[in-house]
């Protein structure tokens, strides 16, 4: 299928922009559970109850503000950016006006009862999230009935939007845990229509292979980069449609790229930890280097792939440099502490990550699926019920979306490295030397010198741009950092096409990241041209590009992408 088959429908490319913007991702959402949000729906109702008179008095003011929409006098309108009123029908019918004053009235009033409660403010925000996901479910737009699209749909086709929708609905309590399909998975196949950039595996432990890909050019810098993708999703993210593809960029530009593709773990390998990660990605390090014959290589990690790059960095100490040139990370957090500032952060709480870990080493693992759902309902709007809307009230077929196919193919994640992950928000190990010993070795970021270039999204939810600027200040004085205008995802997928991509650059500033937004440099365009500009230089001269990958040492074992990303 072609990029101009898959392009959505005007309906489809909005909902799909908006669930592009929350993919899912490791950091911090690892340690939340579903019991987290029924102990703050309990933290609401107990205020509720201890606090009768500040419930009233919402009630009463709701009666008024009743009253003023009966008699045409509120000027209530909904929040600038809310698409789910944006059909005309809602300022031009008397009724379904009304019936938007009446739904945002009741939502302030919901919202000023926590406000007004005495509860704490960690508890407010708590409480908070559980009323914006009840807020967010009685919408009108999410009624057959209400729906003012819907219902002219279903004039327009006969009904047959209906029975459409009803037959989408089926399919997913069947298929999809009752949850609205996301995306049109038939639409995309990993090895045909995404991943499909020429390489080979070259290397297969338990835990990794790693894909060498084919150079692009004539001639290629010497020194390899060795990409480090998170645990949670398959590597696929900087690899799909050529236009799209990170990796692709790479290797016409020169670079010699490599890409780390991890294996999907079971309960059977429960006790794979961070050690574990980091000394298999030595071993991919190892091969990078003997392949190309570079003494040392340039490695990029995003995500929980930078914190597990990170770490094998750190275990090589003062020796780093020899094997690692260049490190590049992207939206990720090194000190966990700030995964406070992300939307999420009110739900973790020492309590909450020691409930965690204790469940995934009963099960043995994490599951993407399960994570993926929990995380869908801290975002019902963008993830939920924009889905339930263009599936079942409309009866449209889910976007065709290379992204959030990706986002759907989760992986699993073994109950030791979930603990590890989890002990990093008590330990803090990358701030705090001596810590954190893995494979024997100390971790002791003041040991380690080498270039980096760090890059956060100003829009991220997850990895907040102000924590990886901490990021950038723990990698060392010199540090380039990068602010794109995007998101979690969107900040790593930013070729030169993006008309939209803008980003501020500088060095980090010791002061703090609002210091480094006053000095920064802005600029329109991709990040990926400044980065390419860093790179090449730091990647060691030009020599002949291999004509064919692997070697007799290292014979290649299957064509990219690989057999690992199937699992």
Same mark, same amino acid.
């Given at each position: 299928?072609?990029?101009?088959?898959?392009?959505?429908?005007?309906?489809?490319?909005?909902?799909?922009?908006?669930?592009?913007?929350?993919?899912?991702?490791?950091?911090?959402?690892?340690?939340?559970?579903?019991?987290?949000?029924?102990?703050?729906?309990?933290?609401?109702?107990?205020?509720?109850?201890?606090?009768?008179?500040?419930?009233?008095?919402?009630?009463?003011?709701?009666?008024?503000?009743?009253?003023?929409?009966?008699?045409?006098?509120?000027?209530?309108?909904?929040?600038?950016?809310?698409?789910?009123?944006?059909?005309?029908?809602?300022?031009?019918?008397?009724?379904?006006?009304?019936?938007?004053?009446?739904?945002?009235?009741?939502?302030?009033?919901?919202?000023?009862?926590?406000?007004?409660?005495?509860?704490?403010?960690?508890?407010?925000?708590?409480?908070?999230?559980?009323?914006?996901?009840?807020?967010?479910?009685?919408?009108?737009?999410?009624?057959?009935?209400?729906?003012?699209?819907?219902?002219?749909?279903?004039?327009?086709?006969?009904?047959?939007?209906?029975?459409?929708?009803?037959?989408?609905?089926?399919?997913?309590?069947?298929?999809?845990?009752?949850?609205?399909?996301?995306?049109?998975?038939?639409?995309?196949?990993?090895?045909?229509? =995404?991943?499909?950039? $020429?390489?080979?595996?070259? &290397? #297969?432990?338990? +835990?990794?292979?790693? !894909? *060498?890909?084919?150079?692009?050019?004539?001639?290629?810098?010497?020194?390899?980069?060795?990409?480090?993708?998170?645990?949670?999703?398959?590597?696929?993210? =900087?690899?799909?449609? $050529?236009?799209?593809?990170? &990796? #692709?960029?790479? +290797?016409?530009?020169? !670079? *010699?790229?490599?890409?780390?593709?991890?294996?999907?773990?079971?309960?059977?390998?429960?006790?794979?930890?961070?050690?574990?990660?980091?000394?298999?990605?030595?071993?991919?390090?190892?091969?990078?280097?003997?392949?190309?014959?570079?003494?040392?290589?340039?490695?990029?990690?995003?995500?929980?792939?930078?914190?597990?790059?990170?770490?094998?960095?750190?275990?090589?100490?003062?020796?780093?440099?020899?094997?690692?040139?260049?490190?590049?990370?992207?939206?990720?957090?090194?000190?966990?502490?700030?995964?406070?500032?992300?939307?999420?952060?009110?739900?973790?709480?020492?309590?909450?990550?020691?409930?965690?870990?204790?469940?995934?080493?009963?099960?043995?693992?994490?599951?993407?699926?399960?994570?993926?759902?929990?995380?869908?309902?801290?975002?019902?709007?963008?993830?939920?019920?924009?889905?339930?809307?263009?599936?079942?009230?409309?009866?449209?077929?889910?976007?065709?979306?290379?992204?959030?196919?990706?986002?759907?193919?989760?992986?699993?994640?073994?109950?030791?490295?979930?603990?590890?992950?989890?002990?990093?928000?008590?330990?803090?190990?990358?701030?705090?030397?001596?810590?954190?010993?893995?494979?024997?070795?100390?971790?002791?970021?003041?040991?380690?010198?080498?270039?980096?270039?760090?890059?956060?999204?100003?829009?991220?939810?997850?990895?907040?741009?102000?924590?990886?600027?901490?990021?950038?200040?723990?990698?060392?004085?010199?540090?380039?950092?990068?602010?794109?205008?995007?998101?979690?995802?969107?900040?790593?997928?930013?070729?030169?096409?993006?008309?939209?991509?803008?980003?501020?650059?500088?060095?980090?500033?010791?002061?703090?990241?609002?210091?480094?937004?006053?000095?920064?440099?802005?600029?329109?365009?991709?990040?990926?041209?400044?980065?390419?500009?860093?790179?090449?230089?730091?990647?060691?001269?030009?020599?002949?590009?291999?004509?064919?990958?692997?070697?007799?040492?290292?014979?290649?074992?299957?064509?990219?992408?690989?057999?690992?990303?199937?699992?």
């Amino acid at each position: 299928m072609n990029s101009e088959q898959r392009e959505p429908p005007p309906f489809s490319e909005g909902i799909s922009e908006a669930a592009s913007r929350n993919t899912l991702a490791l950091n911090p959402l690892v340690g939340i559970r579903g019991q987290d949000l029924i102990d703050s729906a309990n933290t609401l109702f107990k205020a509720v109850v201890n606090e009768p008179k500040v419930a009233t008095e919402q009630w009463f003011s709701f009666l008024g503000e009743l009253g003023s929409i009966a008699a045409g006098k509120s000027e209530r309108v909904p929040k600038a950016g809310d698409k789910r009123f944006n059909d005309a029908t809602w300022k031009e019918s008397a009724l379904h006006n009304g019936l938007l004053k009446v739904y945002l009235a009741w939502g302030d009033a919901v919202s000023g009862l926590v406000d007004k409660s005495s509860l704490t403010e960690i508890d407010k925000a708590r409480a908070h999230l559980v009323t914006e996901i009840l807020i967010d479910a009685v919408a009108p737009t999410n009624s057959m009935l209400t729906n003012p699209a819907a219902v002219r749909k279903f004039v327009d086709t006969g009904g047959r939007s209906l029975w459409s929708g009803m037959k989408n609905y089926l399919d997913d309590l069947t298929k999809n845990g009752g949850m609205p399909s996301m995306v049109d998975q038939s639409a995309f196949k990993v090895g045909e229509t =995404l991943a499909i950039t $020429p390489g080979a595996v070259v &290397v #297969r432990n338990e +835990l990794l292979e790693l !894909i *060498q890909y084919m150079p692009a050019t004539p001639n290629v810098r010497k020194r390899p980069l060795v990409i480090t993708p998170p645990q949670i999703n398959k590597y696929y993210a =900087l690899d799909l449609s $050529p236009d799209k593809s990170m &990796v #692709r960029f790479l +290797l016409d530009s020169g !670079i *010699q790229v490599f890409c780390v593709s991890w294996r999907n773990p079971t309960a059977a390998h429960r006790e794979w930890g961070l050690d574990t990660y980091v000394a298999a990605l030595d071993e991919a390090v190892d091969v990078a280097r003997d392949l190309t014959g570079s003494d040392d290589i340039s490695m990029m990690g995003s995500c929980s792939g930078g914190i597990t790059s990170t770490a094998y960095l750190a275990t090589l100490g003062s020796a780093a440099q020899e094997k690692i040139k260049n490190m590049v990370l992207a939206v990720c957090l090194l000190d966990p502490n700030t995964a406070d500032e992300s939307a999420f952060g009110c739900l973790m709480t020492p309590e909450t990550m020691r409930a965690a870990k204790e469940t995934s080493r009963l099960r043995g693992l994490v599951d993407g699926h399960e994570l993926a759902r929990m995380f869908a309902w801290m975002r019902p709007n963008d993830l939920v019920w924009n889905y339930w809307v263009n599936n079942y009230l409309l009866g449209n077929q889910p976007p065709a979306f290379d992204i959030l196919y990706w986002n759907a193919d989760t992986t699993r994640l073994p109950a030791g490295l979930h603990g590890d992950y989890l002990d990093l928000y008590f330990t803090n190990p990358f701030v705090n030397a001596g810590k954190l010993a893995l494979n024997g070795e100390t971790i002791d970021m003041s040991r380690i010198k080498v270039d980096s270039y760090v890059v956060a999204g100003v829009t991220d939810h997850i990895t907040p741009w102000k924590g990886v600027h901490k990021t950038a200040q723990i990698m060392g004085e010199g540090t380039t950092f990068v602010l794109s205008n995007s998101g979690h995802l969107q900040s790593l997928l930013n070729p030169p096409t993006n008309q939209k991509a803008s980003f501020m650059i500088g060095t980090v500033n010791p002061s703090g990241p609002d210091a480094f937004v006053a000095a920064a440099e802005k600029r329109k365009g991709s990040w990926w041209l400044d980065w390419r500009d860093w790179l090449l230089p730091r990647s060691g001269d030009e020599v002949t590009a291999p004509t064919s990958l692997g070697s007799e040492r290292h014979p290649v074992l299957a064509a990219a992408p690989g057999t690992y990303v199937f699992e």
